[in-house]
């Protein structure tokens, strides 16, 4: 019997080791009430999800990795990227 240590398996491994598979429904369910997805809007959210996932499986995903993938796609599709908002970021 091989003896694994934790603290050395990436989410690949676990997936790979216990044959698992993930799955979606594909519904985005709201949370709030809000206007419905378009179907571009949804299919975005899916590369989105498809994204992270792909970063996660392979190993630990940072804090501005986790923003890069995930927070500035989802602020552009809000529109918080058009005029007249105007963001800024710390030099």
Do not use: C, W
């Not at 299919?43 to 501005?64: A, T, W």
């Amino acid at each position: 019997m091989t003896l694994l240590q934790a603290k050395n398996l990436s989410l690949a491994d676990i997936h790979r080791l216990f044959d698992f598979q993930r799955q979606y429904n594909n519904s985005f369910t709201p949370i709030l009430s809000l206007e419905p997805l378009t179907e571009s809007e949804q299919q975005e959210l899916i590369q989105i999800r498809n994204d992270f996932d792909n970063y996660l499986i392979e190993g630990r995903v940072s804090e501005g990795l986790v923003k890069a993938l995930t927070i500035f796609p989802l602020l552009r599709l809000a529109g918080f990227y058009r005029y007249p908002i105007k963001i800024s970021l710390e030099e």
